[in-house]
């Protein structure tokens, strides 16, 4: 049993939050003081609230308009000159991303999620992207020039 700090009746530890720097590890608030105290403050901050979401879907979560300056027309027409497929995999996806150059802001072409995610993984870098390449295309992972002799490897049999 633990008493909630707003409405002082005592309350199994269920009914409190888990909170991490509580001394119990549990909220001092009930859930239910706490829902009530979220409505209130909405309530009371409904305007500002609605205000702070819509601008920053503006911001961030924008469309493609927005972000990227691509328009809808050219979104379908960048979709149709793709064949509705991945630049660089030509997997035909539901979601197309729009890919872009982070330093100029210039607009490359659709890709699929994982290839999107990928090129950002290798921070759009070319060189990275070799140095992957090479590595997947031995069959050990070491690019050949990088390999060195192994003493171990002279000693034994074949």
């Known amino acids: 049993m633990k ?13 409190f939050s888990k909170y991490a720097s509580g001394k119990d590890g549990r909220h001092p608030t009930c859930k239910e003081c706490r829902r009530k105290a979220g409505r209130d403050y909405y309530s009371k901050n409904k305007r500002v609230i609605l205000k702070k979401q819509k601008d920053y879907r503006h911001i961030w979560g924008g469309s493609r308009q927005t972000r990227y300056g691509v328009s809808r027309i050219r979104f379908e027409s960048m979709l149709t000159s793709q ?19 982070h330093e100029t802001g ?18 759009d870098s070319p060189t990275l992207l070799r140095l992957a390449a090479d590595y997947l ?3 050990e992972g070491i690019p050949p020039s990088l390999v060195l002799s192994n003493p171990l490897a002279s000693n034994q049999e074949p």
């Open 3 to 15: 008493t909630c700090s707003k409405c002082c009746c005592p309350k199994p530890l269920k009914s």
């Open 83 to 101: 064949a509705y497929k991945c630049a660089i995999c030509s997997t035909a996806s539901a979601t197309l991303c729009v890919d872009h150059n």
């Open 106 to 123: 210039r607009v490359r072409k659709l890709l699929c999620p994982a290839c999107n995610s990928g090129l950002g993984m290798f921070k």
């Open 137 to 139: 295309a031995d069959g």
